[in-house]
């Protein structure tokens, strides 16, 4: 609106639904009439984090399980407004970033099993799947590197259910590379994530969380406090987006890229569109 | 023998040919000397032989057998080839590299040995000392003395050499080449020989084959080749000095002459007084023919001393040897201010003596008989 | 075909991930050149220091490209920048060009240099007379080399956060988008190639016409 | 500091391993595939093609490893095998192309000598091209052997193990002491390659150079 | 004039020196030959004289001036340097690689260009065909020319050359030879002229430096190498045709003498009587000293046909010129059976004759007042 202000430098992590998200905020503010700056897809969390305290990057969607888990190292919460309130609280007070509204969507680690697998094994939660392990079945995981090293990851639900992944049996890979491989059978068990569009559309079964090991992991725009006050009513229109995101509608809108083969772009784009935040 | 009838050779994208109907017998343990200006074909026509090269058109064949009939490697493997450019096996020692035939033919490891041993003595170099040497650590002759062991190493009856003695120094090249006459005398192999230097085609030949332009200009001896070029081409190739070379081939055995009277030492007066009616010099002669000196009879006969002759016998510096060349003459009366000097045979005997006289109608007499 | 189909349609897309992949090798290009061919030129006479830095950057080169940029990255005043990019694109060419400037100069025909000196040239101006024009074709061999490893190793970039062609590989794989990763990997290769024959026309016409006429 | 010796104790022994496995067998069929093609296209029937196909192994090599590993993904999964087959073929065209560098470098005059003393063609290869070609050809397969160490990390992203877990656990992680410990153990590793290969190559070459 | 004072050449690392103690002057406008075996440290010495080396021990001078005293490069702008594995500049055409000193000298373009091209008339290259050709596109001849052309391209006073005629053919080399002993007479440069071909030495040298070693064994002019080698290894090195060589020095002017009795054509028969007390033979001339033939007394006598003297005379089928050498008298004594060969001066007259006993006498003399 001013244009002696900076433009809005939006960014998001490398990959579908953050794509999707960031180019849905790039592509809303712009039409708003917002001077922006297309930073999408510059990393994971480890870089995003610096680059948006050190105001390289303006803004991105975070998950407040990510920031609880990997930023504030606290213990898993799974509740979801507290552990929004937490981040929030953290956030403004230690780095001067400002917590929007969260999506009531939850992008929380799962683990899925092919269908007729599930059927044949009787597999529908995670103690099920500790149990069978325990039993001493063999099976083969494939999971994401930071899903093998981050607290809330292995080595938590492990400790909380009481078994323990065959190491040897375990693929680290690219987030992504998961499902491909658990649709061609070449792992049992594969992490995933929980507003992924492909869990439906290859036919994967989620393990539910049955003793709630996995932290909440609802996106929000997170925004340099610093901008926010060069630009009274971004907060306010930005608010408009979460409200509309549910699990549902991430879900969809992942589908629609990574199934249907549609851009991020297009997707965030058909999205506004539906939704009449864009003409 | 070798024998090469019509023999053409075009390589792709050149105009012309590099060897143009051929036609060529070379005869059992005879060395044919191929020479030429550069590019004029040699190298090519000695690459058909071992058919490293194969001929556009025309027949090769040996002892009677065209080449094709052959297998190629077994050919190959009864051929002696020195190339151009040496070409040893730079990761084989110098043993090594002699051996790589005789192994071939499966020969035993002791048999290679000896042969190998046997084969550096030939070529000069002291066995021990080089045989398990790389041929980086040789010089540039020693290289070339290996590459022609290694080319001889299984006996072949026929050899190819091109430009064998090429990297030397003039001293070493010379000293090669005896080398190899005196063994060739002992093996008698069928050979040719390429070379650019005419003085080591004259030396080494028994046949000359000059070639320019890919065609062959004139086959004969060396000899013929100095006496009587056939066109002005050999002409200028053998050189103006072409006379002169012609010494070198012409040995005193074949014009000296035993003309010079002759008197026995310790014979009484009475001979001198008889030869001083014919002639002013004798050769003093031992009573089993050696060679005591000369005589000037009027010198004595001045003197009125005939009684005395004996004691004015004057001796030569210099002698030839019956294998002397007509060179090695002309040198020694140049060299002494000698008008006549006298040869002996191998057992030191007088035989005849030279004279520039003698060996410039020799010459001129050949020259006559054979221009025209 | 489907791959045609994707690439058709998000051609602008791709435009600027190409425009930004030359644009990177090209800054990183720059700096590679002018610091190495010097390095390259200042060790010629320096066998000791030669071997020394041959040895690092024999063994940068073996380190793989994507640690040197995820250490990079950790670095202040790298960071997320592009600064990290280049810095790690200059580093990679340390062995290609270096190597091939200090050897070329020391390759030329000592019989040639000899010449020179006898005919009472300079040393400056055998360096530029006669040695960098003979050790040219060597030289350019080795810029050809860097050139062409920069533009693949420029791909894993964007790990640091660069947007260029690696992105379309990069999200290719996250997203088992195959299209993705197939468009990405040929323009890489594709941009390879082109670069590579855009240098060897520049050095056909930069090269003396004496000096490959041998080849 | 800890934390480091933890990893190079417990971790990282696992993951050299691996990656030495991956680079070994990918390092050897890569030889065993581009040395006779190298020869192939040194023979006279083929000698015309070969800078066509030499061509060809250059634009694979100009796809990013990255690529190349992720379009094998497609059509042979994930694991080991495709990577390896991913890694051998970015190792060819080095080898292939040092071996018929090295081959028709040889001096034309040893050649001849060698087929006018009546070695067969297969002798002529086997005793002469090839000891001749050899320090050329080992120098082909140290590069080989450095990109292939090198590339392997990228494996990790399929799933192959090996250091690539450490260095990519270490930039996803925001920790670069573990990047810098894969990054300093695949560079050792090239490292050893590069010099195994080298001294062999050394104690040949030192016997006629 | 160049001076080599007490020089000395140790490399690093070698057990002997390369040079040892070498002692040497060059006149103005002569050229020295320095001549040995391989190795014998020719190539050292010339290095030394343009500091492309630096001597260890010893003082050179040019004219009267050490050269240490000169900018290195600058000494090196004023010496011609034909090094021995030729060097030309591969990246540079044949015009840029002679261009190079004048260019240095800052010569405008058009006086370069002029000059180029008259150097390479002077190398015998066609300047149109040659000048834009890349060294590669010449051949191993073509491109030793073009060295030595670019080594004299700024009128240098001093040239060394070492081996400047090494990697061509016989022919060819004979006639580079030629080419530039006719142009030295014209341009009188100080010359240093390297070779280990004892032949080329003799026919270049206005002196003749021996080397063995990396010691000085003779300094002399090639007549005196050849008449008095100082040991052995001169004598070796020089060959045993050394007597042959020597011809190739002495020019017939020399040696020749008139002693021939003369008559003039068409002159009365009393004269042939009067001769024919003395002699058998006499030279016929012209009124202008021409030659007309010879004619032999004895037969005309015998046929009691003296008035018609002059139906008897003969022609002579080869004369000589004032400039042949002794080689070129005996290679005509041989070629044509004759004893004694006329000798006309550049205006075709008569001026006397040469016989083998004359050429003997000569060398043999020379032989014995110089040797011992
Ligand atoms: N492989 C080839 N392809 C085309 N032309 C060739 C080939 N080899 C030789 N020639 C040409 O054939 C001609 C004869 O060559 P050859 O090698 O037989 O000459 P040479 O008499 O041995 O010369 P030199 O004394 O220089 O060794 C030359 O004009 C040469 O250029
Ligand atoms: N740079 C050097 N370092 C060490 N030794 C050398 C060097 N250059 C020459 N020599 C040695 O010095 C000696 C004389 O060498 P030089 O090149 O002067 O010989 P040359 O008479 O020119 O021989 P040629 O006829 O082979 O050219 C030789 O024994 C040679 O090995
Ligand atoms: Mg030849
Ligand atoms: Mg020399």
Not at chain 1, 233 to 248: C, I, R, V
Not at chain 2, 86 to 106: D, S
Not at chain 3, 11 to 30: G, N, Y
Request: glycine share 8%.
């Amino acid at each position: 609106k001013d244009s002696e202000l900076p433009a809005i430098k939006v960014s998001s992590k490398a990959w579908t639904e953050q794509l999707t998200l960031g180019s849905m905020t790039l592509q809303y503010l712009e039409a708003k009439g917002y001077e922006v700056e297309d930073r999408t897809g510059l990393g994971e969390t480890p870089m995003l984090r610096p680059a948006i305290q050190s105001g390289e990057i303006d803004l991105y969607w975070e998950y407040t399980g990510t920031t609880l888990m990997v930023n504030m190292k606290s213990d898993v919460v799974t509740d979801s407004k507290e552990c929004y309130e937490m981040v929030k609280k953290w956030d403004a007070e230690t780095n001067n970033i400002t917590w929007l509204d969260p999506a009531n969507a939850n992008n929380t680690y799962i683990l899925m099993v092919r269908e007729d697998f599930a059927k044949e094994k009787n597999l529908a939660t995670v103690s099920e799947l500790a149990d069978y392990i325990k039993a001493g079945n063999e099976i083969r995981l494939g999971a994401g590197i930071e899903f093998v090293e981050r607290p809330d990851g292995i080595k938590g639900l492990e400790t909380l259910y009481d078994f323990k992944f065959d190491r040897d049996l375990l693929s680290s890979m690219a987030i992504g590379i998961t499902y491909e491989a658990l649709k061609n059978g070449q792992v049992d068990v594969a992490m995933g994530f929980g507003t992924d569009g492909r869990i439906i559309s290859m036919n994967f079964n989620v393990l539910e969380d049955n003793l709630k090991f996995f932290p909440v992991y609802n996106p929000a725009p997170i925004v340099r406090s610093e901008i926010l006050e060069q630009y009274p009513d971004l907060e306010s229109d930005l608010n408009k987006l979460p409200a509309l995101l549910t699990g549902e509608v991430l879900q969809e809108l992942n589908r629609r890229v990574d199934v249907d083969g549609l851009e991020p772009e297009e997707a965030a784009e058909e999205f506004l569109r539906a939704n009449g935040l864009i003409d | 023998m070798i024998k090469i009838e019509g023999v053409s050779k075009y390589y792709k994208g050149m105009d012309r040919p590099a060897v143009s109907k051929l036609d060529l017998e070379i005869k059992e343990g005879e060395i044919c000397v191929f020479v030429g200006p550069s590019g004029c074909g040699k190298t090519t026509t000695m690459k058909m032989i071992n058919r490293i090269i194969e001929p556009t058109n025309g027949i090769i064949s040996i002892d009677g057998k065209n080449i094709l009939e052959f297998d190629a490697d077994e050919l190959r493997l009864g051929i002696g080839y020195v190339i151009q450019k040496v070409g040893l096996f730079p990761h084989y020692t110098v043993f090594e590299n002699i051996a790589v035939v005789p192994k071939l033919k499966g020969w035993k490891e002791d048999k290679v040995m000896s042969r190998v041993r046997e084969l550096l003595d030939v070529v000069d170099l002291d066995p021990d000392e080089n045989m398990y040497k790389y041929p980086n650590q040789l010089s540039g002759g020693q290289k070339q003395r290996v590459g022609v062991a290694r080319a001889m190493a299984a006996n072949p009856s026929v050899m190819l050499m091109d430009e064998p003695f090429g990297a030397v120094d003039p001293i070493t090249r010379n000293q090669l080449q005896n080398e190899f006459l005196a063994l060739q005398k002992k093996v008698k192999m069928t050979i040719c020989f390429v070379t650019h230097d005419i003085d080591e085609a004259i030396k080494m030949g028994d046949k000359i084959a000059i070639m320019n332009n890919g065609k062959l200009v004139q086959y004969d001896t060396p000899e013929n080749i100095l006496f009587s070029p056939i066109n002005e081409f050999v002409e200028e190739f053998v050189g103006s000095d072409r006379a002169l070379k012609v010494l070198n081939l012409l040995r005193v055995s074949s014009i000296m002459e035993a003309y010079m009277p002759t008197i026995r030492y310790g014979s009484d007066s009475s001979q001198i007084n008889e030869f001083y009616n014919n002639s002013n010099f004798a050769i003093v002669l031992n009573d089993d023919n050696k060679l005591q000196g000369y005589i000037d009879i009027n010198r004595i006969v001045e003197k009125k001393n005939v009684e005395k002759w004996c004691d004015y016998i004057r001796t030569y510096d210099i002698c030839l040897g019956i294998d002397s060349t007509l060179k090695d003459a002309m040198v020694a009366m140049l060299e002494n201010d000698m008008k006549t000097i006298p040869v002996l045979d191998d057992e030191k005997k007088y035989i005849g003596v030279v004279n520039f006289d003698m060996i410039k109608s020799h010459v001129g007499r050949e020259y006559e008989t054979t221009i025209e | 075909m489907s791959t045609l189909k994707y690439f058709i349609k998000n051609i602008d897309k791709i435009t600027d991930l190409t425009m930004e992949h030359i644009e990177l090798i090209s800054l990183a290009m720059c700096f590679a050149l002018i610091i190495w061919i010097s390095i390259g030129i200042l060790i010629r006479n320096h066998n000791k220091l030669a071997n020394g830095l041959l040895g690092v950057a024999s063994i940068i080169m073996s380190i793989p490209s994507i640690s040197i940029y995820g250490i990079l990255v950790t670095i202040p005043g790298f960071g997320l920048s592009r600064l990290s990019a280049v810095f790690a694109l200059v580093l990679y060419a340390m062995l290609p060009i270096m190597r091939n400037v200090y050897l070329a100069l020391n390759e030329v025909d000592e019989s040639i240099i000899e010449a020179a000196r006898g005919m009472g040239m300079k040393k400056n101006q055998i360096l530029w007379k006669i040695q960098l024009p003979l050790a040219f074709p060597i030289i350019f061999a080795g810029v050809r080399v860097a050139l062409v490893m920069m533009v693949g190793i420029a791909t894993l970039a964007v790990y640091i956060g660069e947007r260029n062609l690696g992105r379309l590989i990069q999200q290719g794989i996250t997203r088992t988008h195959m299209d993705m990763v197939l468009t990405g990997g040929l323009l890489v290769a594709i941009l390879a190639i082109v670069v590579d024959g855009v240098m060897a026309l520049i050095q056909k016409k930069l090269i003396s016409p004496g000096l490959h006429l041998d080849s | 500091m800890n934390e480091i010796i933890n990893i190079l104790l417990y971790d990282a022994p696992e993951l050299v391993l691996q990656h030495l496995i991956i680079v070994t067998i990918a390092l050897t069929s890569a030889i065993f595939l581009a040395v006779p093609l190298g020869v192939l296209l040194t023979r006279e029937k083929l000698k015309p093609y070969s800078n066509k196909i030499i061509a060809i192994l250059n634009t694979a090599q100009g796809v990013p490893s990255l690529a190349v590993i992720a379009i094998f993904l497609k059509f042979l999964g994930i694991g080991y095998f495709p990577s390896i087959v991913a890694l051998c073929l970015y190792g060819l065209l080095p080898i292939a192309q040092n071996t018929i560098a090295g081959i028709s470098n040889i001096d034309p005059d040893i050649l001849e000598s060698a087929k006018g003393i009546g070695l067969s063609k297969n002798k002529v290869l086997i005793d002469v091209e090839l000891p001749l070609a050899f320090p050329v050809i080992i120098a082909g397969i140290q590069t080989s052997a450095v990109l292939i160490v090198g590339t392997a990390a990228i494996a990790q992203l399929i799933g192959a193990g090996g250091l690539g877990k450490l260095i990519f656990t270490g930039i996803s992680q925001f920790r670069p002491e573990l990047t810098i410990i894969g990054a300093i153990l695949s560079a050792l590793m090239a490292i050893v390659f590069d010099r195994g290969l080298g001294s062999i190559n050394k104690r040949i070459e030192k016997k006629y150079k």
